[in-house]
């Protein structure tokens, strides 16, 4: 198909509307994108994070600053990445060349940052698939304290009226998950963390085998599998909601969701983390959405296919909600205790210890335990593909000549470099370096990036240019609403949970080991190491540009590329001569 430019007048700057060539990869239908986005968007996160934080921030009052957080913070930030991608299609590196040169570090960073991400979040998976393995019995195996790994502490309350719950009882889920399946009893913390755990690894590398073979081809393949990664999870979330609502205390479960505790409003943190919640849970930044969205036809929808992903996402964790909680009133009725007794595991072991429990002690527990863990896998690999991808973009966009027809390879040698960079967190200590993986290598530093990446596009590369990019592909500009996000709210928003984070460190724990100084040194390592490339970047830049002070920086900060001849190397563009 032949190319065809046409400059169009749109005030001070010409926008070229270009017709895409068969040069890039695309979609091979839409939804296959929707469902990528939907499937990277909504995770295990959801799951656990968004229903812990809800009930501790205030039951129903926390939907209030979650709303607002979403419609001012969240949503403008995650429509601006899937216009970027799509108008300049390309990754996160090479995208700079267009928007501000000196900004190319920050490309780099989220390649380190999504890096990290997959050395923990697979290990995550992998617990799920040993739980997934574990399920295929009549009698689940954290359903009684007659194993092995059992301690006198296990107490099994189920079907018994005279049990007497103390401090140091611990359920058998409990010890399954803590001495069975990571055997944290072997490792005294992160200074002897113990030998590697042959049975998860064995699940690790079976997790990084179905990712190799569903992004090896591009997003033909993993269009195709996301069919079923993010679809599935949405009917095992229907099937566990309906049997949650039909088990007795179901209701005490709902009450303490949703109760609203107005005082907490008043709160700073619960608002802290209604901002980190729908931040991390819509995704924006680690560079996934630009690189999903790079594949689509120039004139495809962005902007209704930001709003319908983003309210899919916030649902699904609202609905979750309701899947975890009709359970944990459940548990309460059983141990005839309060519902915050209950709930008090956050993070994963919600997902490995508490619904598991409850799972044991239903009837037809074995079909549940295997749908549930199912879905955890599911939900974790969807994420799994979009971070991958965004790698895989951004480099093969980067260097389109070394890597073009060599992404079996490179995709292979990535997958390869992640399952090494994971070894350490399937030691019998490992679930503290994911602890630490989780809490450093992302937090702070992906806010940071995105604060930069906001205020990049909207006071660098210009926010009436940045429109007028909007426009080319959808024929209208973004209202006054988005373009004040764009340049004042969404930065703002970012830089508020980046200030009160680093304020305001909660102690970092997990069970009952509280982490070492020395490991807090490590992790604000981690986390430097991936953020420091943006200012090596910059100086590098400046110190090889030509030219007096001023003339590198007017160089640095302008787009090295002018439309219309827009990436013509790697989308097979020629410009009008």
């Not at 335990?369 to 093969?396: C, K, N, P, Q, W």
Request: overall charge neutral; glycine content about 8%; hydrophobic content about 50%.
């Amino acid at each position: 198909m032949p190319h065809q430019e046409q400059p169009i007048a749109r005030g001070p700057v010409p926008v070229p509307v270009i017709i895409q060539t068969d040069s890039r990869d695309k979609w091979s239908k839409k939804i296959d994108f929707l469902l990528s986005v939907i499937g990277f968007a909504v995770d295990l996160g959801n799951v656990w994070r968004f229903p812990y934080i809800c009930y501790q921030n205030g039951g129903g009052a926390f939907l209030i600053p979650y709303v607002l957080m979403a419609v001012f913070g969240g949503v403008p930030l995650f429509y601006m990445e899937l216009a970027l991608g799509q108008f300049h299609r390309t990754g996160a590196i090479s995208i700079w060349k267009h928007i501000c040169p000196i900004f190319k570090g920050i490309g780099f960073a989220i390649c380190v940052i999504a890096l990290y991400v997959s050395f923990y979040y697979n290990t995550i998976i992998a617990w799920a698939l040993f739980y997934f393995y574990s399920s295929f019995s009549s009698t689940l195996p954290w359903t009684s304290c007659e194993n092995a790994w059992n301690t006198e502490n296990c107490t099994n309350y189920f079907g018994k009226d005279n049990v007497t719950w103390t401090n140091y009882s611990r359920s058998p889920a409990e010890e399954f998950y803590t001495r069975n399946v990571l055997e944290l009893h072997e490792s005294s913390g992160l200074g002897n963390v113990g030998v590697i755990r042959w049975q998860l690894m064995l699940c690790l590398f079976l997790i990084f085998t179905i990712v190799y073979f569903s992004l090896w081809k591009g997003v033909k393949t993993s269009g195709k599998v996301v069919w079923v990664t993010a679809t599935l999870p949405y009917v095992v979330l229907f099937i566990l909601l309906i049997r949650g609502a039909t088990l007795p205390g179901a209701w005490r479960g709902v009450v303490f969701y949703l109760q609203p505790k107005w005082e907490k409003l008043q709160e700073t943190s619960v608002w802290v983390d209604a901002a980190a919640q729908i931040f991390f849970s819509l995704g924006p930044g680690f560079g996934v959405l630009l690189a999903l969205s790079s594949y689509n036809p120039f004139t495809n929808n962005c902007y209704r296919d930001a709003i319908v992903t983003s309210l899919v996402n916030c649902l699904t964790s609202f609905v979750s909600g309701f899947v975890i909680f009709t359970v944990l009133g459940y548990m309460a009725e059983q141990r005839h205790v309060s519902v915050e007794d209950v709930a008090k595991n956050k993070g994963p072991s919600l997902l490995f210890i508490t619904y598991p429990e409850a799972i044991a002690n239903m009837m037809g527990s074995t079909f549940f335990a295997i749908i549930f863990f199912v879905m955890m896998i599911t939900l974790g690999l969807d994420s799994t593909f979009g971070g991958l991808e965004a790698i895989i973009t951004a480099v093969m966009d980067e260097y389109p000549d070394l890597l073009t027809h060599r992404r079996e390879l490179f995709v292979l040698g990535l997958v390869v470099v992640c399952f090494l960079g994971s070894l350490s967190t399937l030691t019998k200590g490992g679930a503290y370096v994911v602890k630490l993986l989780e809490e450093f290598g992302v937090g702070s530093s992906i806010i940071a990036v995105v604060f930069l990446e906001a205020t990049a596009v909207s006071w660098f590369y210009g926010i009436n240019r940045f429109s007028n990019d909007i426009k080319a592909m959808l024929g209208y500009t973004p209202g006054l609403f988005w373009k004040v996000c764009w340049v004042a709210i969404s930065p703002a928003f970012l830089a508020y949970i980046i200030i009160s984070s680093l304020l305001n460190p909660s102690p970092l724990t997990l069970f009952d080991y509280r982490f070492p100084d020395w490991s807090i040194t490590v992790g604000y390592i981690i986390g430097i190491s991936s953020f420091m490339w943006i200012p090596i970047y910059m100086v590098y830049k400046l110190v090889w540009t030509p030219g007096s002070l001023k003339q590198r920086l007017a160089v640095c900060l302008r787009p090295e590329r002018t439309l219309p001849d827009i990436h013509t190397d790697t989308l097979g563009l020629t410009p009008v001569p």
